[in-house]
């Protein structure tokens, strides 16, 4: 393991650009421009230089070699709900390939991988490609009818949209955000937290939504003090990543604490303690300590304050 013993400069210089994180970093054209034109699915589905993302319950296709598998359309695919990815270079298509996202409930889903496993070994592209069409699913899947007036709605605007069939009022994908935060005292300590989800060895750092009207630093500050009762200051912004379970975006802040008592809202917090560095390491090779996996935000928020990449056995935390 990385021992935190260098200036704080150069303990944090691996860890840029934060655009690395796991489905966070730059992905094809998304080519919003295009998603108003008249028939534009029907077309590209007809095409068979189009690039088809099939999903089936958060699964995707994964090639031994553990590339993302896409394919050309299939005749069934103009029945299936369907959502225009973008655009990009694809290996034997003359110059860009159109991207189509579609949720395919004859795949055999059980062959295939969920996104938890695969986001982390992905190439950059395929990833954002598969969070994308994950949030855009379940954001589908679960608007079916209009919220003014409890109508149906149809997908319209290349899925980016979908319409109330009796009122005509549109309505667009959501995305909620949500802070997390590493909280660091005067003495260098990191404040980790084991909600009450998580299993026997688990701990994490603090997050959740923002409220409506509340700024993101506010937030960050609202949480730690409902959660484990700590004042901060000096909330700085460290990084973002999509979060599509079912349709959150992390942003990583690092706060600093003003008062170190516990005091834990028992319907969210098991546990919280305070690590020095060393006591992380040793709780971490003892084994009755796990972190947060790499596929998380959150490891990289602890890995920033600890110094270096944290070698610890990947974990999920939440069963």
């Not at 500050?221 to 990543?241: I, K, N, P």
Request: hydrophobic share 45%.
């Amino acid at each position: 393991m990385a021992r935190g013993d260098r200036t704080d400069e150069d303990r944090r210089s691996h860890l840029r650009p934060w655009a690395a994180l796991p489905l966070a970093g730059p992905g094809v054209d998304r080519a919003a421009e295009r998603r108003s034109e008249v028939g534009l699915l029907d077309h590209l589905l007809h095409d068979p230089a189009t690039r088809v993302l099939a999903v089936r319950e958060g699964r995707f296709r994964v090639s031994d070699a553990g590339a993302l598998v896409l394919r050309p359309p299939e005749p069934d695919d103009a029945t299936r709900l369907s959502v225009f990815l973008g655009e990009g270079e694809f290996p034997g298509s003359d110059g860009k390939a159109a991207y189509v996202g579609v949720v395919d409930p004859t795949a055999p889903a059980d062959d295939w991988a969920g996104v938890r496993s695969v986001a982390t070994t992905l190439a950059t592209a395929d990833a954002s490609l598969v969070a994308t069409l994950t949030a855009l699913a379940n954001w589908h899947a679960a608007h079916g009818f209009c919220p003014r007036c409890g109508a149906a709605t149809e997908p319209a605007h290349a899925g980016w949209l979908r319409r109330c069939v009796a009122d005509d009022s549109p309505h667009f994908p959501r995305t909620d955000p949500a802070v997390i935060m590493t909280v660091v005292d005067d003495d260098d300590r990191l404040l980790l937290a084991r909600g009450r989800g998580f299993t026997t060895a688990g701990m994490s750092v603090l997050a959740g939504f923002v409220e409506p009207g509340e700024s993101l630093a506010a937030a960050v500050a609202r949480e730690v003090h409902e959660e484990v009762g700590v004042s901060v200051d000096q909330v700085q912004y460290l990084g973002d990543q999509p979060w599509p379970f079912p349709s959150s975006l992390m942003v990583g802040f690092r706060a600093h604490a003003t008062s170190t008592a516990l005091s834990l809202q028992d319907d969210e917090i098991e546990s919280a303690r305070w690590f020095t560095r060393a006591e992380l390491v040793a709780d971490l090779e003892a084994g009755v300590l796990a972190i947060s996996g790499r596929l998380s935000i959150a490891r990289r928020l602890i890995e920033e304050w600890f110094g270096g990449p944290i070698a610890a056995p990947e974990a999920t935390l939440r069963r």
